[in-house]
C-alpha cells in the first residue's frame, strides 16, 4: 500500500470520507499541513494576495508559482499536491496553455493543476488530461476573472446564472477534470451539483454539502488582515501569537535580557587568555 494520496484516492472520496484540501506556499507551513494529514495541499495563485501583497490573483504568473510549488514540493511526502495555473498562462490559448501546464508538472512535481473556468478551458482541459495531466476543475466565483463576473460576490443565486455554472460544471467533469472546487455559490446549487457530478466537488463558501472543503491556510490561521469573507472560520489568532513574541524579542534586545548565557558560546579559558594577551599586543 502506498502511504500517499492518488487521484484515484481522491475519486473514490466521493462517497466519502470528506475531502480535506488546504492552501500553502511555503516550505515549512506545508511540513505542517502534510502532517496535519491534509488531503490535497494547493499551491493557490492567492498566493499573489496572501503572501506577495500583489492586489489580484492575476498579478501572479508562472514564475512566482513554480518558485512557491517548488518549496511545497520538498515538504509534501503524503498528500496529493496540485498547483493553480496562472490566468496569463491560460489565457494565451491552447498550444502555450498546454505548454505551461507541462512545464509546471515538470519544474514542479506536483501531482495536478488547477484551471479556473474561463472562454476556451475545456479545450485547454480536454488537451492537458490527454497528456495525462490530472486537472481540478473551479467554478462558481472564480477569482480570475471576478470583474467579469460583477466582483467578489456569491455566484448562482438565480436560476438562470445557477444553470450556467451546472452546465459549466458538467462540461469541466466530460472534459476529464477528476474533481471541481466550487466557489461561493449557494448551498443549494452546490448539493445538486454534488449530487449530479460523478467527481467530488470540493467548496469554499459552497456549503456542507460538498464531497470536501478548501480553504486559504492563512484565513484558518488568522494571519491574512485583508477581506475575510463569511465563508472563512478562523481557528487561531496567529497574527497576535506572532506580533506577541517580535514585541517580546524586540523589547528583550533593547533591556539586554537577550541573549543570555544560554544562548551564547564559550571559549576555552586558555585560549582565551591567549587571545587576550595577543590583543593587548
Ligand atoms: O487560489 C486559491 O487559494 C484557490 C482556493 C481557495 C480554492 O483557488
Request: proline share 4%; glycine share 8%; net charge negative.
Amino acid at each position: 500500500m502506498p502511504n500517499f494520496i492518488t487521484v484515484q484516492d481522491i475519486i473514490n472520496r466521493k462517497n466519502g470520507p470528506k475531502i480535506v484540501m488546504l492552501t500553502a506556499y511555503d516550505y515549512p507551513s506545508a511540513v505542517l499541513a502534510d502532517q496535519a494529514g491534509i488531503d490535497v495541499i494547493l499551491v493557490g495563485d492567492s498566493l499573489a494576495n496572501v503572501v506577495l501583497g500583489l492586489k489580484s490573483t492575476t498579478d501572479v504568473g508562472m514564475p512566482g508559482m513554480i518558485h512557491h510549488a517548488k518549496a511545497v514540493r520538498r515538504a509534501v511526502k503524503t498528500a496529493l499536491m496540485a498547483v493553480d495555473m496562472p490566468f496569463d498562462s491560460v489565457s494565451a490559448g491552447i498550444d502555450e496553455a498546454l505548454v505551461h501546464c507541462q512545464t509546471m508538472v515538470k519544474e514542479t512535481g506536483c501531482d495536478a493543476v488547477k484551471i479556473e473556468w474561463c472562454d476556451g478551458c475545456l479545450d485547454i482541459i480536454r488537451a492537458v488530461t490527454a497528456q495525462n495531466i490530472p486537472v481540478i476543475g473551479h467554478v462558481g466565483l472564480t477569482p480570475q476573472t471576478a470583474e467579469q463576473l460583477g466582483g467578489f460576490k456569491v455566484q448562482g443565486k438565480d436560476a438562470l446564472s445557477a444553470k450556467r455554472i451546472i452546465q459549466q460544471a458538467v462540461a469541466m467533469e466530460l472534459a476529464g477534470c477528476f474533481c471541481l472546487v466550487l466557489e461561493c455559490i449557494p448551498s443549494p446549487l452546490a448539493k445538486i451539483l454534488t449530487s449530479k457530478l460523478r467527481i467530488p466537488t470540493i467548496g469554499i463558501g459552497a456549503g456542507h454539502d460538498c464531497d470536501g472543503q478548501v480553504l486559504v491556510m492563512h484565513d484558518i490561521l488568522g494571519m491574512f488582515s485583508g477581506f475575510r469573507p463569511k465563508f472563512v472560520k478562523q481557528y487561531a489568532n496567529c497574527s497576535a501569537v506572532i506580533s506577541q513574541a517580535m514585541t517580546q524579542f524586540k523589547n528583550e534586545v533593547q533591556s539586554g535580557h537577550f541573549p543570555d548565557e544560554s544562548n551564547e558560546y564559550q571559549m576555552n579559558d586558555n585560549e582565551l587568555k591567549i587571545l587576550l594577551k595577543d590583543a593587548e599586543n
